[in-house]
């Protein structure tokens, strides 16, 4: 299969993560390390701006870019959330299992639920809750790494209207999309 320029950006989001995940967890240049993982994450998280723009606006919209796409996003966001569960990274505070379990919950579901349209030739796409809810958690995620004392109270409210807004765009999908699983949920 040729890869347009789009679902080129994508596959450039996911190789992008295991780099990050290493300069994120593993001393290799001390201190430079949290920056260059940060570094990482900003472009990773760009590239989700650019693809999409790219694939709408020359017609590069293919069925691999519809499924890889929210993928990245979620392997990317996933695998930050999890490494930030570490109180060993952050010199205030971690994110707390419990949001990390419920974000990545959402995003099961959510698959899962997309899956079953897709089986009935239903394509469910992404809705303004999602698109806020990312936002937020890229948001989050930024400045979880970012780690800056004087900001740690923003970075909780953040953590916590990301949290809000996974929950928000999971119950919008599930309404909203009832008929998929066969009626009133």
């Excluded at 190789?15 to 260059?36: R, S």
């Excluded at 990482?40 to 870019?65: C, E, N, P, Q, W």
Aim: hydrophobic share 60%; with cysteine.
């Amino acid at each position: 299969m040729k890869m347009n320029l789009a679902n080129k950006i994508t596959m450039m989001r996911v190789l992008l993560i295991p780099l990050f995940v290493l300069f994120l967890l593993v001393d290799i240049t001390g201190e430079a390390d949290k920056w260059i993982a940060l570094s990482l994450f900003v472009i990773a998280s760009l590239t989700d701006l650019v693809d999409g723009r790219i694939a709408r606006k020359y017609h590069m919209v293919t069925d691999f870019g519809k499924f890889m796409d929210p993928l990245a996003d979620k392997l990317l966001v996933g695998s930050a959330m999890i490494c930030l569960t570490t109180p060993e990274l952050l010199s205030d505070s971690a994110i707390p299992a419990w949001i990390v379990v419920i974000i990545i919950a959402r995003e099961f579901i959510i698959s899962g639920f997309r899956l079953i349209a897709a089986e009935k030739g239903v394509v469910i796409a992404a809705s303004w809750w999602g698109k806020w809810k990312t936002t937020f958690q890229m948001t989050m995620v930024i400045m979880k790494i970012a780690d800056i004392p004087q900001l740690v109270i923003l970075t909780n409210i953040v953590m916590y209207v990301a949290m809000a807004l996974t929950v928000i765009s999971l119950i919008d999908y599930m309404v909203k999309n009832r008929s998929v699983m066969g009626g009133d949920i």
